[in-house]
């Protein structure tokens, strides 16, 4: 999906924080200094985005966990017409790096490569996380966008980013779903069954 096609058609809100690495790699309850915000010049975020591969990311989502996040998800499509999709990337390639892409639009990008923009009633949401970045990005589509207001997704995301600065991974999406959900079926109440148009499983990589 062409990026400026995409910024037409939807609504974004994003929350990117910096966190120290060392806190990030051990368990740290209540840990405040960890994703605070900052500015990082491209080495140090080449840097960051090398000592993150997925091995070491995929820690923190432990498959069984996942896989109850996305029944989840398949719960909560139950109760509204939106349809809702989870990418959690540890890193970004050199390549992507070094020219800049953003987490925005590395979130565009995978809102295309999903299809999260192609449903009936253009009500996809993509949460996408980039642990490396430490951000977190919610895209909603443009039939989503005229009854939620921007503020309430950034909302979500700062949730996110409150159990992630206390190492609350799975907690943090599970929030942020939970949050969702509310909006979703408030805005867009299910009356009748439908069919679920994309898969709910999560995404790591």
């Known amino acids: 999906m062409d990026l400026a096609a995409a910024a037409d058609s939807v609504v974004v809100a994003s929350a990117v924080a910096v966190a120290d690495l060392a806190a990030a790699a051990r368990p740290a309850a209540g840990n405040k200094q960890g994703w605070q915000m900052n500015t990082q010049n491209r080495w140090v975020r080449l840097w960051r985005h090398g000592m993150y591969p997925r091995l070491r990311v995929a820690k923190y989502f432990p498959p069984h966990e996942l896989q109850q996040l996305s029944r989840q998800i398949t719960q909560s499509e139950t109760q509204h017409t939106g349809q809702i999709r989870f990418v959690i990337e540890s890193s970004m390639d050199f390549s992507a790096v070094w020219h800049g892409l953003s987490p925005r639009n590395r979130a565009l990008q995978w809102f295309g490569e999903l299809g999260v923009w192609d449903t009936e009633h253009n009500s996809g949401v993509l949460v996408y996380v980039s642990f490396a970045d430490h951000a977190v990005e919610i895209i909603a589509d443009r039939g989503i966008n005229a009854k939620v207001a921007q503020d309430e997704w950034q909302t979500v995301c700062n949730e996110i980013l409150d159990a992630f600065r206390q ?29 679920n148009e994309l898969p709910d499983d999560v995404v790591l990589r």
């Open 167 to 195: 190492q609350q991974f799975i907690d943090g999406l599970q929030q942020g779903l939970q949050h969702i959900n509310t909006i979703l079926s408030t805005c867009f109440p299910r009356s009748e069954p439908g069919i």
